[in-house]
Nanobody, 120 residues
Framework: QVQLVESGGGLVQPGGSLRLSCAASRNIFSIDTMGWYRQAPGTKRELVAS???????NYADSVKGRFTISRDNAKNTVYLQMNSVKPEDTAVYYCNAHIVASSRTAYNYWGQGTQVIVSS
């Protein structure tokens, strides 16, 4: 079991920056992949960025070069640094923990989400 708590969302102007945080209830080094997803009204939840416990990162094309995902194992926290934000980045952002238990079993845990609104 993993509890995830996001923070850092809010209102930001286009071109501005925001940093989201996701605090986990357990040692994140034991979690295979941590990720940030987002969901705008009327759309499907989509992957924004992910980071493995080995440090390998993956980004959606729409955020490459603008967003950076990082992890602080000592604080059991994952961050999403959002720079040069655009109105289309407006969404609820969710933290995800993906744990591979076996070749057939994996678990996904989600936070409650944090709202990001990009508007002038």
């Amino acid at each position: 079991q993993v509890q995830l708590v996001e923070s850092g969302g809010g209102l930001v102007q286009p071109g501005g920056s925001l940093r989201l945080s996701c605090a986990a209830s357990r040692n994140i080094f034991s979690i295979d992949t941590m990720g940030w997803y987002r969901q705008a009204p009327g759309t499907k939840r989509e992957l924004v960025a992910s980071i493995s416990n080995g440090g390998t990162t993956n980004y959606a094309d729409s955020v490459k070069g603008r967003f950076t995902i990082s992890r602080d194992n000592a604080k059991n926290t994952v961050y999403l640094q959002m720079n040069s934000v655009k109105p289309e980045d407006t969404a609820v952002y969710y933290c995800n923990a993906h744990i591979v238990a076996s070749s057939r079993t994996a678990y996904n845990y989600w936070g409650q989400g944090t709202q990001v609104i990009v508007s002038s």
